[in-house]
């Protein structure tokens, strides 16, 4: 039926390597104490997504979240990693007050994964009679400048206000050189 | 039996983890950027979950992916604005632990 009889063994191999660097990525992210680490494991979570998008029928969306999530967020956040100090103190002598905050963050958040995976896996998914395009980047092009026209011009001046607030934001507390 | 890759539970779960992560990150960190980072895991499990539904429900399978593509560019503008406010509050506090940042506090 394949190709070669290996084929079926190589893509399951691939599928999990996504898996794992989806997740691990995701548990480096918030688990490290140093914030680079963090934003590696940010990178390392955006390269795992990449992929299960991939197999998701999608090598467009694939492409930017690679560009836009290692290339411009982690990028950003480094930039903001070298201009503050932004490593966690140490916890010195963690306090029963604190070791409690961390169980019940903890608690609230596997009480809530587990409840969204419950429910994920017990739903029965209905598969559409037809489809109406293949979902190829010509298809999202004409969608974009047809039916999603307004919303694709209200995201660039989404933008545009978003360079111009931050240029404004970090510019303002600046002192002004001695004379 | 389907392979994983072509069942939608395998990237519904992922999409959980990811959001149970985030939202632990978001209770747990103790400074600005780490929360900033756990926010991004979320919304990428929103993306994920967009996507997995859209390649296995939607009719229109352009729509789920126009979706997530309007989700990455506002969380690019997120990042933008967020760490400009950290920046401005880093240069008032010398800090950017919560803690520290409690001048409204009655």
């Not at chain 1, 999990?16 to 590696?40: E, P």
């Not at chain 1, 979570?45 to 930017?64: K, Q, V, W």
């Not at chain 1, 587990?114 to 037809?130: D, E, Q, R």
């Not at chain 2, 895991?41 to 126009?66: C, E, H, K, W, Y």
């Amino acid at each position: 039926m394949s190709a070669f009889p290996g084929s079926a063994g190589i893509v399951a191999g691939l599928f999990a390597l996504a898996l794992a660097a989806t997740v691990g990525g995701a548990l480096l992210a918030v688990l490290t104490t140093r914030v680079i680490r963090s934003v590696c494991g940010l990178a390392l979570c955006a390269l795992g997504l990449a992929g299960l998008y991939y197999f998701l029928h999608s090598p467009f969306l694939a492409l930017m979240e690679i560009l836009i999530y290692i290339g411009a967020v982690c990028v950003t956040i480094i930039f903001a990693v070298m201009l503050a100090e932004p490593d966690e103190p140490p916890v010195e002598a963690p306090r029963p007050r604190t070791r409690l905050w961390g169980a019940g963050a903890l608690l609230v958040s596997a009480a809530l994964g587990a409840g969204m995976a419950w429910l994920s896996v017990h739903t029965p998914w209905s598969v559409p009679a037809a489809r109406l395009n293949d979902g190829s980047v010509p298809a999202i092009g004409v969608s974009l400048l047809t039916t999603y026209s307004l919303a694709f011009e209200l995201i660039s001046l989404v933008l545009l206000v978003a360079i111009l607030g931050a240029l404004v934001l970090a510019r303002a507390g600046r002192t002004p050189p001695p004379t | 039996m389907t392979p994983l890759h072509d069942q939608p539970a395998a990237y519904l779960v992922t999409a959980a983890v990811l959001l149970a992560a985030g939202v632990f990150g978001l209770l747990r960190r103790r400074t600005l950027i780490g929360m900033l980072i756990a926010g991004e895991l979320i919304l990428s499990a929103a993306s994920l979950n967009f996507m997995a539904l859209n390649r296995f429900t939607a009719p229109d399978p352009a729509v789920g992916q126009i979706f997530v593509l309007f989700i990455m560019g506002l969380a690019a503008a997120e990042v933008a604005i967020a760490l400009s406010l950290v920046i401005a509050v880093y240069r008032n506090y010398r800090s950017v632990v919560t803690r520290d940042l409690s001048e409204l506090k009655g």
